[in-house]
């Protein structure tokens, strides 16, 4: 008997039934993991490193635009990820497609888009609306350098950073992971090396050049 497993990745528990709803109109025999922020989606993602898609919400709390979809892409190259976002700007549907994403279903569309679009996916087809056009890559050397670096951090320094970009003090990144100081500003060390600034502030910056208000015309 086929089965399929999907990751639903999203913070409103409405949209969550919406997704819901498509995924079992395409696919019989499905099993659903439910998760509504990058640290559960993290932990699924390490636990569920089978699964057939994952529907990834962009604006989800503990992730920063495109930075979970390149982390994720970076952890587990073989999962399929499809970006579901309200974000329907051509501009970040391209970029979404050069970061590793399988395609792209924005939020206003149909249920029955959404199933195409999931039984697309699920087939290994890309999808994404009739009008966006593909012409050329629109992700340029230097944040596709930034997103190499994001994509090699591990997962508790992935945390780290998000941390670090919500401008908490290495005191308080400690007492949110339960870990020493040392052990943060070790991160933080790797952060930086990866990412190949020189600061904190800098690694702020280079990480929040993937958020989707930056990257919109």
Same mark, same amino acid.
Request: proline share 4%.
């Given at each position: 008997?086929?089965?399929?497993?999907?990751?639903?990745?999203? /913070?409103?528990?409405?949209?969550?039934?919406?997704?819901? @709803?498509?995924?079992?109109?395409?696919?019989?025999?499905?099993?659903?993991?439910?998760?509504?922020?990058?640290?559960?989606? @993290?932990?699924?993602?390490?636990?569920?490193?089978?699964?057939?898609?994952? *529907?990834?919400?962009?604006?989800?709390?503990?992730?920063?635009?495109?930075?979970?979809?390149?982390?994720?892409?970076?952890?587990?190259?073989?999962?399929?990820?499809?970006?579901?976002?309200?974000?329907? /700007?051509?501009?970040?549907?391209?970029?979404?497609? &050069?970061?590793?994403?399988?395609?792209?279903?924005?939020?206003?569309?149909?249920?029955?888009?959404?199933?195409?679009?999931?039984?697309?996916?699920?087939?290994?087809?890309?999808?994404?609306?009739?009008?966006? $056009?593909?012409? @050329?890559?629109?992700?340029?050397?230097?944040?596709?350098?930034?997103?190499?670096?994001?994509?090699?951090?591990?997962?508790?320094?992935?945390?780290?950073?998000?941390?670090?970009?919500?401008?908490?003090?290495?005191? @308080?990144?400690?007492?949110?992971? &339960?870990? #020493?100081?040392?052990?943060?500003?070790?991160?933080?060390?790797?952060?930086?090396?990866?990412?190949?600034?020189?600061? $904190?502030?800098?690694?702020?910056?280079?990480? $929040?050049?993937? /958020? *989707? /208000? #930056?990257?919109?015309?």
């Amino acid at each position: 008997m086929a089965h399929n497993k999907i990751v639903i990745a999203d /913070d409103h528990p409405l949209f969550r039934t919406a997704l819901k @709803q498509a995924v079992n109109k395409a696919a019989k025999h499905v099993e659903i993991v439910e998760v509504s922020s990058m640290s559960e989606l @993290q932990d699924a993602a390490s636990e569920h490193n089978d699964a057939d898609l994952v *529907l990834l919400d962009l604006t989800m709390p503990g992730a920063s635009g495109f930075s979970s979809l390149v982390y994720l892409k970076g952890q587990i190259p073989e999962l399929p990820v499809m970006v579901v976002s309200g974000n329907e /700007d051509h501009n970040v549907i391209r970029r979404a497609l &050069d970061y590793g994403a399988l395609g792209f279903i924005p939020k206003s569309v149909s249920l029955e888009l959404m199933v195409d679009a999931i039984t697309a996916a699920l087939e290994g087809e890309a999808w994404i609306p009739e009008d966006v $056009r593909l012409d @050329q890559p629109v992700v340029d050397d230097k944040e596709a350098k930034i997103a190499e670096g994001i994509a090699s951090l591990t997962p508790q320094q992935f945390r780290v950073l998000v941390m670090l970009m919500q401008g908490l003090l290495n005191k @308080q990144i400690a007492y949110e992971l &339960d870990v #020493s100081e040392a052990t943060v500003k070790a991160h933080v060390t790797a952060i930086l090396r990866k990412l190949k600034v020189h600061s $904190r502030t800098q690694a702020v910056i280079a990480a $929040r050049s993937l /958020d *989707l /208000d #930056s990257l919109t015309s």
